[in-house]
């Protein structure tokens, strides 16, 4: 069974920094796309950041200049760098994958996505 697994999630302060990982096991073939997306209380799930099928990094307004993605095809996992953290960014973050060739534009859409992780929680104080 295909299974993502998501780490590095913690509580830091406005203006900290965290890195989250996500392995990708059990896939026939690599996924063609992965990213991240976050959900607050009360919130849709939103794209943060992903690669197109291109490899394309692909990243939220909200996040571009903070957030950055990579990834390590030879262990098939990627990877988020966040820098100057603020409060808005509390959320779940989850790793997700897709056997679809997203574009740019549609790379951060959650419906194109159908293999989900668990999530790691990201908390982010003032």
């Known amino acids: 069974a295909q299974v993502l697994v998501e780490s590095g999630g913690g509580s830091v302060q406005t203006g900290g920094s965290l890195r989250l990982s996500c392995a990708a096991s059990?896939?026939?073939?690599?996924?063609?796309?992965m990213g991240w997306f976050r959900q607050a209380p009360g919130n849709e799930r939103e794209g943060v950041a992903a690669?197109?099928?291109?490899?394309?990094?692909v990243y939220a307004d909200s996040v571009k200049d903070r957030f950055t993605i990579s990834r390590d095809t030879t262990k098939n996992a990627i990877y988020l760098q966040m820098t100057k953290l603020k409060p808005e960014d509390t959320a779940m973050y989850y790793c997700?994958?897709?056997?679809?060739?997203?574009?740019?534009?549609?790379?951060?859409?959650?419906?194109?996505?159908?293999?989900w992780g668990q999530g790691t929680q990201v908390s982010v104080s003032s």
């Open positions: 997700a994958a897709t056997d679809l060739w997203l574009r740019t534009f549609d790379a951060l859409m959650k419906d194109k996505y159908n293999y």
């Open positions: 059990g896939y026939r073939k690599n996924p063609m796309s």
């Open positions: 690669f197109d099928a291109m490899a394309n990094p």
